[in-house]
């Protein structure tokens, strides 16, 4: 439990601030290349969030 709630904050604060870094370069490509590795990152935390939640596949 505890390493998945560090795992989900470092992959949070990372997403969020790539995100942030990607936005302020305006026109510029590489910004959308950080901002989409940003959220990847947003979207792992989310999955981890959600890993306990899940309904077992039968």
């Known amino acids: ?8 904050a470092v992959f949070f604060l990372v997403g969020m601030c790539l995100l942030i870094i990607g936005w302020k370069m305006t026109g510029q490509l590489k910004g959308l290349g950080i901002m989409v590795v940003g959220l990847i990152l947003l979207l792992t935390a989310l999955l981890l969030y959600n890993k306990p939640f ?4 039968e």
């Open 1 to 8: 439990m505890g390493l998945r709630a560090v795992l989900m």
């Open 54 to 57: 899940e309904d077992p596949k």
